[in-house]
């Protein structure tokens, strides 16, 4: 198994109240993860800590070769953390790809800081194709966030 982390941190002009109310919900990470093009079967737990988890099926599309398409069905753990200052994504993908997003929030004025730190863990083979497009995701993310939440 190969390894890799990362971080990305940016600003959107929205209280930390609204945006992980947003981030809370798994229907909004349809085209906000970009490859993420369906979301199904939520259902919330609480584990011994008296978190909030959300476990639900996604299905991100992949395109090769500008015309091939691929779905690729993954399952997420969403553990709500800390309230309007944290968000835990714990993604499973087949071939043993396993992802975790943790999504920190800071207030600041009227808005908020965002900083992703990204762990990916996936079989050796696989991690250049894993890390890149993780990062792509990572990066578009914030500003699409930013179009979103700010267009309201």
């Given at each position: 198994m190969a390894a890799a982390t990362f971080e990305h941190r940016y600003f959107?002009?929205?209280?930390?109240?609204?945006?992980?109310?947003?981030?809370?919900?798994?229907?909004?990470?349809?085209?906000?993860?970009p490859l993420v093009t369906e979301v199904s079967d939520?259902?919330?737990?609480?584990?011994?800590d008296g978190q909030t988890i959300i476990h639900y099926q996604a299905v991100e599309t992949f395109h090769f070769f500008g015309f091939v398409r691929y779905p690729?069905?993954?399952?997420v753990a969403m553990i709500l953390t800390q309230p309007d200052a944290q968000i835990v994504n714990l993604v499973e993908s087949v071939p043993n790809v396993r992802l975790k997003f943790v999504l920190d929030f800071q207030?600041?004025?009227s808005g908020t800081w965002i900083h992703e730190h990204v762990t990916a863990k996936m079989p050796l083979p696989l991690r250049g194709y894993?890390?890149?497009?993780?990062k792509a995701v990572q990066q578009a993310r914030g500003e699409i966030l930013?179009?979103?939440?700010e267009s309201n």
């Open positions: 959107v002009n929205v209280p930390a109240p609204k945006v992980y109310e947003y981030l809370s919900e798994p229907q909004s990470y349809i085209g906000l993860s939520a259902e919330s737990t609480r584990n011994n690729n069905r993954i399952q207030p600041e004025g894993v890390v890149s497009q993780a930013k179009e979103r939440l």
